[in-house]
């Protein structure tokens, strides 16, 4: 099993930005339609970007219109969390990363149901993308073979 720790509080502001900080460390939400990966269409896996745990697949991506990054499901449910948030009018379901702890997103039960009926609503700051011609020298070539068949 990997390590994917993350760095004290004070190494993650000199790494992160403004915004992923507050983001992935005080559950803040970037804006709408104006953030890094709402409409990447390359193939590739997105990680925690404080610690490296690998999320999502652009595979499970898909257009929710809703402006942020929308997932189908994890690539693996060991390394999410998930908990009720009550800081709006209604209950929502939090999504972190296990290891890390950082705030991603929420997820609902209105995704496609072709593929599953959940929408991972995940926030860019949160997440890395690494193409799949950069998956081996990144670490993640294991993950490799979920993308046989794909090409960017």
Not at 4 to 32: F, H, M, N
Not at 45 to 62: A, Q, W
Not at 65 to 91: M, R, V, Y
Request: charged share 25%; glycine share 6%; with cysteine.
């Amino acid at each position: 099993m990997v390590d994917y720790s993350k760095p004290e509080s004070d190494v993650l502001r000199k790494q992160l930005s403004e915004l992923q900080y507050a983001v992935t460390q005080e559950e803040a939400t970037e804006p709408a339609f104006n953030n890094r990966y709402w409409d990447n269409k390359q193939v590739g896996i997105y990680v925690d970007i404080t610690s490296g745990e690998p999320l999502f697949s652009s595979l499970d991506k898909f257009d929710a219109h809703c402006g942020w990054p929308s997932f189908s499901k994890p690539l693996t449910t060991e390394l999410i969390t998930e908990k009720a948030d009550n800081q709006l009018f209604s209950t929502r379901t939090e999504v972190r990363s296990r290891h890390a702890d950082s705030h991603l997103g929420h997820v609902f039960e209105d995704g496609p149901q072709a593929m599953g009926g959940l929408r991972y609503c995940i926030n860019s700051a949160s997440l890395r993308f690494i193409t799949i011609d950069e998956m081996a020298d990144a670490g993640y070539e294991t993950l490799l073979a979920l993308f046989v068949g794909h090409q960017q």
